[in-house]
């Protein structure tokens, strides 16, 4: 499947959208600029995922993302 088409699927949860105020999501791409936490998180593990990285890896660049210990 489509990384873009992922993130979409993930973000059809009108719940979800809501809950983080994301509009628009059928404009959403795992490619920058991101306009929301949420959707940089998620486009960073859909990316990395799909880049063949380990989880320890992915994990590091999320917590590079939200600047954790």
Not at 19 to 47: D, G, Q, R
Request: overall charge negative; hydrophobic content about 30%.
């Amino acid at each position: 499947m489509d990384r873009n088409k992922v993130l979409k699927e993930i973000l059809s949860d009108k719940e979800i959208c809501e809950k983080y105020n994301i509009k628009e999501v059928e404009t959403l791409t795992t490619n920058a600029p991101y306009h929301n936490k949420l959707v940089e998180v998620l486009s960073v593990i859909i990316n990395e995922n799909d880049n063949n990285l380990s989880e320890s890896q992915i994990y590091k660049k999320i917590k590079n993302i939200h600047n954790i210990g």
